[in-house]
């Protein structure tokens, strides 16, 4: 991609997120697309304002600031680990958010309805989580290869604890399905107005460290000598990338690969530089999880018909997992098939 091109990349990706937040607000069953404009236009009948106005648009905003999170965690982690396979999947992060969700709605302090209580739980499960990473790398925390095998481990110990937790109260935790698969169903303008603040707070926070990390990105020994404080670097990015996925877990749950896939995206088309691949990161998550929100719906529309039911509903996440997967498999056996030539 040439310099020119780049240069359009980050209006055309702001372009492209406003389309899916479109499609995102029509996907609906209720309402038609002509209904819905109506609404925004400022007529239509109560119930259909209460639908697109109550329902319908907080939901599609808070699926495109949970996509910007994510995005943005993802690629903090990349850079600051300088491991491409490090995102808030598979370091514990998300494992570690999810856990501290679900137990706290176990013992009754929290709920998928008090997003305050999640909050505060998603974010000391994700600590706790990065944390449990940190200790067990120990001094091979500059070696990626060791930091990815340690942070596959302590995801695969926190999600065994999750299950743990859902099979001493199974009655009690029948809702946190929604955090261990990833959903956007139920979020209303509560959700938004503590999602919102906490992201933007951690994005600026993500976007000073820019300079830092494409240092970092360079290896340690080029950083130090740039005049870096590695380790304080390090866990300044560490911090801010499990703040902004515990602020999107706690309100649409563990929406697989989009960390882990979407900072690949990012630098392919909006380059290396931090400044660009940075703000193009969390467009492009933002788009990526409001367009999966908009295709689950009309999926759901589609099965529903077919399998002649009344409601169906497929989550979010089950769709980022599915074609993520898919995806990773993909570059996988690119990679290879360019190794074995």
Not at 34 to 61: E, K, S, Y
Request: glycine share 14%; aromatic share 4%; with cysteine.
């Amino acid at each position: 991609m040439t310099l020119p091109v780049r240069r359009w990349a980050l209006p055309l990706t702001a372009l492209l997120v406003v389309a899916v937040g479109c499609a995102d607000l029509v996907a609906g069953r209720a309402l038609g697309t002509a209904d819905v404009w109506q609404v925004l236009g400022g007529a239509g009948d109560p119930a259909a304002r209460h639908i697109v106005l109550q329902l319908r648009l907080p939901r599609a905003l808070v699926a495109l600031v949970a996509g910007a999170s994510l995005g943005l965690a993802g690629m903090v982690l990349q850079s600051a680990l300088r491991n491409p396979l490090a995102g808030p999947e598979v370091t514990g992060v998300t494992p570690g958010a999810v856990l501290g969700a679900v137990a706290a709605t176990g013992l009754g302090i929290a709920g998928w309805r008090s997003p305050t209580a999640v909050v505060v739980a998603a974010c000391v499960g994700g600590f706790a989580g990065a944390g449990l990473l940190w200790l067990l790398t120990g001094r091979e925390k500059h070696d990626p290869a060791q930091t990815a095998v340690h942070g596959v481990l302590v995801s695969a110990v926190l999600s065994g604890l999750t299950a743990m937790v859902l099979l001493v109260a199974p009655g009690e935790l029948g809702s946190v399905v929604q955090w261990l698969v990833g959903s956007t169903e139920g979020r209303v303008w509560q959700h938004w107005v503590l999602l919102w603040p906490w992201a933007a707070v951690w994005a600026v926070a993500a976007y000073a460290l820019a300079a830092p990390l494409t240092l970092l990105r360079c290896g340690d020994e080029q950083a130090a000598a740039a005049g870096l404080g590695t380790g304080r670097a390090r866990v300044a990015a560490l911090v801010c990338a499990v703040a902004l996925t515990a602020g999107a877990v706690s309100a649409v749950g563990a929406l697989g690969f989009v960390g882990l896939l979407v900072p690949h995206l990012a630098f392919a088309v909006f380059g290396a530089d931090l400044r660009r691949a940075l703000p193009g990161a969390a467009l492009l998550g933002a788009a990526v999880v409001t367009g999966a929100d908009a295709g689950a719906q009309w999926l759901s529309r589609a099965l529903a018909g077919a399998l002649d039911m009344d409601r169906l509903s497929v989550p979010t996440g089950a769709l980022t997992t599915c074609v993520g997967a898919a995806l990773l498999l993909g570059v996988a056996r690119r990679a290879g098939a360019g190794a074995g030539e």
